[in-house]
């Protein structure tokens, strides 16, 4: 086994282990926290794919932006910050079995593809991937209308927060 | 000879002939030899932020027409060394129904989120961690995770003031992280790269404050706000909240907050020497001159960057101990309806100039540039005046109003 | 360096980065008092009794502010590239990118002229 391999299964499990936290732990702002423990997770395995501004931006959006979020609307929409009891239904074991057979699906799917035996191809050397991806997304003949696209999104999630805010604070 | 020029890398050469000498692998030597160098990059951190204290409370007590620690040691240069003693000895005291875990990683993580700064931070241009191509993004990253501690502290605490002051704390991080990151991208359209290396070694003709000075006080607006410090530390007042999100801490959980903070004010007067003031270089050209060659020595170089970082970390001082408080309210507003704008408009004039002028030679650029900046403040000085002129009309009116009533 | 040494290098950095911030906590749990009792631990709320729950009384506002940065956030990263492709490409380029920032700029004001940044 490869160092990269190992740390590979290392993220890999710090990433499943803290999403399984997130699901059952009884304390909602520890699930906050966990979700930033994969989220973390994430960064490294962009890291290891050489993605310096995937895995930057990873932190600064979702862990500094998204989570924070989270946190802020699970702080201030629950009276009570402790116990929430236990997070599991008795009849736990169908939705076990239901995921299980989904995992089970997906994996032979993904195993079936041509591609999932390739290696990752090695960055040519003097190849500037962020400046390549910054020209991608302004040429005309690449991505310029995602982007632009992306800003009109961003525009909606940003009015329709304050629409909700707003009618929250009438009604008081 | 070849040390003078080169240190980290000879003494890492010589190591590392040495470790593959006692027949260690070479990747294993690389690590070890990264361990090495990291370790001495943090206790120079540790070391400086020890430093920092005497220097504070020296500097806040000229301001405050008084001598400051002069018993403990020459000049009192022993009282930081007592401050840290003294904090770690005393009693830790852990509120009832704080949430152990995440109480104890908060001050942890408010350390570490300052101490990873320097890995990008070059001293000169042989002495540094690495050279990562995002690095500005790489500073944005950290300050999130300071954001992050602060939460956690206030949270686990298991107390209303604390929490209050977390949110007040983090509502201000938060807003004031945008315009720092609009006006991040400034030196990045200048100087074409995300890197900290790149930018600084770009600044060699001319800094980039006197390109772009209105960018140069935003990013210092924005960066005191981001530190907490005066004057937009209401969420930690010692006189209103009572030391908002760290009231539950004491001994040496609270000494990394506060050393922290004293650390990451450093390290942003190092980041503006960098980003605008040519960091361990600029020197307008004049190290190319052969009588000034000794300029590019890396240890010249790091004596220049530390006296500017110092100089940049006297001025946030300064703006601390000058200003009275602003009002969260007034904090925010300030943010999101000048200051933001204003970034916006600045990164569009820098942007827009820097197709339309690239054809000049070093002066005529510099020269527009710094003048469309000119222009930028003076509008905005009249916008503000204009407006500032109809609310004193308006509360003139309302004045007039009620005593005719 | 190349990409995969430097990360190497980072994920040491925060490895030792957080070992040195514990390593005086460690040394204070050994060295300093430990006498807890329940009037040293009760929270503290200006030196009288606490009142109540600690949670704290939900207002909107923190939640629209978190909002707006996040899509500011977010416009501002898509920026970075944008910025890095500005010197090979010509002026149009730029134009684009204004197009980007004024769209969001609109929803700045809307938000504005709703009074969603005041801090009641």
């Given amino acids: ?172 | 000879m070849a040390f003078l020029y080169d240190p980290v890398n000879f003494i890492a050469g010589w190591a590392h002939g040495i470790l593959t000498g006692w027949g260690l692998v070479d990747s294993l030597a690389t690590v070890i030899i990264y361990l090495i160098g990291i370790t001495v990059l943090i206790v120079f951190a540790m070391v400086l932020d020890v430093m920092l204290v005497w220097v504070e409370r020296k500097v806040v007590a000229r301001f405050q027409d008084r001598l400051g620690p002069n018993r403990i040691g020459p000049f009192g240069l022993i009282q930081p060394f007592a401050d840290i003693i003294k904090m770690v000895i005393k009693e830790d005291i852990t509120p009832a129904g704080a949430d152990r875990i995440v109480y104890n990683i908060a001050p942890v993580l408010a350390a570490s989120s300052v101490i990873i700064l320097w890995a990008i931070l070059p001293i000169a241009s042989s002495i540094y961690g690495v050279d990562l191509n995002v690095g500005i993004l790489y500073l944005v990253a950290a300050g999130s995770l300071g954001t992050l501690a602060i939460i956690m502290a206030g949270w686990s605490s298991n107390n209303k003031y604390a929490l209050l002051g977390a949110f007040r704390m983090v509502a201000n991080m938060i807003s004031y992280e945008i315009p720092m990151v609009i006006i991040l991208l400034v030196p990045t359209i200048l100087a074409d790269t995300m890197s900290i290396k790149g930018i600084t070694q770009a600044q060699s003709g001319v800094w980039f404050a006197i390109l772009s000075p209105l960018a140069f006080l935003i990013f210092l607006i924005s960066a005191i706000a981001e530190l907490g410090r005066s004057p937009f530390d209401l969420n930690e007042a010692e006189s209103e909240i009572v030391s908002g999100f760290n009231i539950e801490y004491s001994g040496m959980k609270f000494g990394w907050f506060y050393a922290g903070e004293l650390l990451h004010a450093f390290t942003f007067g190092g980041f503006i020497a960098i980003l605008f003031f040519g960091g361990y270089g600029g020197f307008f050209g004049l190290e190319r001159i052969g009588f000034f060659s000794w300029l590019n020595n890396p240890f010249v170089q790091a004596v220049v960057f530390i006296t500017k970082a110092m100089f940049g970390y006297w001025v946030i001082m300064w703006i601390k101990y000058s200003m009275p408080r602003i009002r969260i309210d007034h904090m925010l507003a300030f943010n999101w309806k000048f200051l933001t704008p204003l970034a916006l408009v600045v990164l569009v004039n820098t942007a827009i100039l820097s197709k339309v002028l690239v054809n000049l030679p070093i002066w005529g650029y510099a020269l527009g540039m710094f003048f469309s900046n000119i222009l930028i403040g003076l509008i905005t000085i009249e916008i503000l005046r204009a407006y500032g002129r109809k609310q004193r009309i308006a509360e003139g009116n309302l004045v007039r109003q009620v005593a005719h009533n | 360096m190349n990409s995969e040494s430097e990360w190497i290098y980072i994920g040491l950095f925060l490895v030792i980065g957080i070992i040195v911030p514990i390593v005086p906590l460690v040394f204070a749990r050994i060295v300093a008092p430990r006498k807890p009792n329940p009037i040293k631990q009760s929270t503290y709320e200006c030196g009288i009794e606490t009142v109540g729950d600690s949670w704290v009384q939900f207002k909107a506002q923190y939640y629209v502010f978190a909002l707006v940065f996040l899509a500011f956030d977010v416009e501002a990263v898509f920026l970075f590239p944008w910025a890095l492709s500005l010197k090979q490409l010509p002026l149009f380029v730029v134009l684009e990118g204004v197009l980007f920032i004024s769209i969001l700029v609109s929803g700045l004001i809307f938000a504005w002229r709703k009074g969603m940044m005041e801090w009641v």
């Avoid at chain 1, 399984?20 to 290891?48: C, D, E, H, N, P």
């Avoid at chain 1, 995921?99 to 999932?116: K, W």
């Avoid at chain 1, 209308?145 to 009438?170: Q, T």
């Fill in chain 1, 1 to 172: 086994m490869s160092v990269e391999q190992i740390i590979f299964v290392l993220t890999s499990l710090l990433i499943l282990g803290s999403a399984f936290m997130v699901v059952t732990t009884r304390k909602l702002v520890q699930a906050a926290l966990w979700l930033v423990s994969a989220l973390f997770g994430v960064t490294i395995l962009y890291a290891m794919l050489q993605a310096n501004f995937l895995a930057v931006v990873q932190v600064v959006v979702y862990i500094g932006a998204i989570a924070v979020l989270f946190i802020f609307a699970v702080m201030l929409t629950r009276k009570e910050l402790r116990d929430q009891g236990s997070q599991t239904r008795s009849n736990w074991w169908i939705a076990a079995s239901l995921g299980v057979l989904v995992l089970a699906g997906l994996v032979s799917l993904i195993i079936g593809q041509p591609a999932f035996n390739r290696t990752a191809e090695v960055i040519p050397a003097g190849v500037d991937t962020l400046r390549n991806l910054g020209t991608a997304l302004v040429s005309p003949d690449a991505y310029v209308l995602p982007f632009e696209v992306a800003s009109v999104l961003l525009l909606a999630a940003l009015v329709g927060a304050v629409f909700i805010a707003s009618r929250k604070g009438e009604e008081k």
